[in-house]
């Protein structure tokens, strides 16, 4: 029998605070800091209404060059054509601003493949920033997404958003203050998401219900969680096969401003590298430190506080072949989120004690005769919180940890 999905003890459910502006207090002065946006001239009223009319008439083929400037925008842009480039001056020089937006869920919302999006910034959208839904070959370069009043629960919820796509690369961009996930690729296939940098999400970088998909040499810092890794229940398509590597991922510990009852609202402020009812995942040659919680988390969506009671008869729970090595860990646990995760740290470590580089909440499938192979190596510890048995025995044995397993392979975008 499956437990609940809704557990009473709920040790990895972050603490929401009730206002964005105490969620940023709350995150302390070198937290609260942010970016200031670049300054950028207004351009030419008119060409808003021309860069409109282009993405509705456009013709595949077609490269619509945005100029420097900083158009504003009251509803969402949408384009419907496949094999159009847009292009902007950079991403601190082209800029599409959706401040005041009255209409329409995203800044711009693409349905279409062969896509090409750089060099250029999309900023305030009532919803997600940038959509890309159902398209293959889509590629985000040198692209910024911000809110630039920093994080607060009435920002967007995505920045960068493709979804059911297929051979899709971000790279060179840039996520700043969405209320769900910065960087996020949900319900795709072969992707690779390199050379970028979120800051002030809830989720820095999320895959989601993805298969196959490689996260290198990109900064997670000033999120709630750093780099995410999830399944969730009600999606079709189930995800895995995913390396994350080469990242540097610290200081993730800004207060979770995620709508409540939202999934990632579920995360605790301080979390590194999140793995969460997902298989086959490698994290390797990372630099992740001083996330307060923990550098590192492995769980089930039974301990998430997540209830979702349209689960698909595929899903899978359980995080099994998670491989954990060669990583550069320090710091962090030493404040961790909510009430039961700061009690799991003082019964074990103390008051002045951390919790180790790894927390697993101890969730597995008793009928799989190989047991989760969640195998780890090169850490300082790994504590299992023992989520099934109510989080009352928690064990710091590493034994069962000491296991290997093949690497994944690198991801070849087939581009068309």
Not at 38 to 61: C, Q, S, Y
Not at 97 to 126: C, H, P, R
Not at 142 to 168: A, I, Q
Request: a negative charge.
């Amino acid at each position: 029998m499956k437990p609940s999905m809704n557990p009473p003890c709920l040790p990895l459910r972050a603490c929401l605070l009730a206002a964005a502006v105490a969620a940023v207090a709350a995150c302390g002065p070198e937290q609260a800091q942010h970016t200031p946006t670049p300054e950028v001239a207004a351009g030419d009223a008119a060409f808003a209404e021309t860069l409109r009319t282009k993405l509705i008439d456009a013709k595949p083929g077609d490269v619509i060059e945005v100029p420097p400037g900083r158009y504003s925008f009251d509803r969402s842009l949408t384009l419907r054509v496949d094999g159009v480039t847009l292009r902007g001056a950079g991403p601190d020089k082209s800029v599409l601003s959706f401040k005041g937006q009255k209409a329409g869920a995203e800044g711009l919302l693409v349905n279409a493949s062969n896509f090409l999006i750089e060099n250029i910034a999309i900023e305030d959208s009532k919803g997600d920033g940038l959509k890309v839904n159902e398209g293959e070959h889509i590629t985000i370069r040198n692209v910024r997404v911000e809110w630039t009043g920093g994080p607060s629960t009435k920002n967007g919820g995505y920045g960068l958003y493709p979804v059911k796509t297929r051979n899709v690369l971000i790279e060179n961009s840039v996520a700043i203050g969405a209320s769900d996930a910065g960087i996020y690729v949900g319900q795709s296939r072969d992707v690779i998401v390199r050379n970028s940098r979120a800051e002030f999400n809830v989720a820095g970088i999320e895959i989601e219900n993805t298969v196959n998909a490689d996260v290198y040499d990109n900064t997670a810092t000033n999120n709630t969680g750093g780099i995410l890794v999830f399944n969730m229940p009600a999606l079709s398509q189930q995800g895995g096969a995913i390396r994350v590597y080469k990242n540097k991922v610290f200081k993730n510990n800004t207060a979770n401003f995620g709508a409540k009852g939202t999934p990632v609202a579920s995360v605790p402020a301080g979390s590194g590298v999140v793995v969460n009812s997902n298989d086959d995942v490698e994290i390797f040659d990372n630099d992740i430190s001083d996330n307060a919680t923990t550098n590192i988390i492995v769980s089930s969506v039974y301990s998430t506080g997540y209830k979702d009671d349209k689960a698909s008869s595929e899903f899978d729970p359980y995080p099994e072949r998670i491989n954990i090595y060669g990583n550069r860990l320090k710091g962090g646990g030493d404040s961790p989120d909510g009430f039961d995760l700061k009690a799991l740290k003082t019964a074990l470590f103390g008051l002045s004690g951390h919790l180790p580089d790894v927390l697993w909440d101890g969730y597995a499938n008793t009928q799989r005769k190989e047991g989760p192979q969640i195998c780890i190596r090169d850490v300082s510890g790994v504590v299992n919180a023992d989520g099934p048995g109510g989080y009352k025995n928690p064990s710091q044995d590493t034994k069962s940890y000491a296991c290997e397993l093949p690497k994944l392979p690198a991801i070849d975008l087939k581009r068309g």
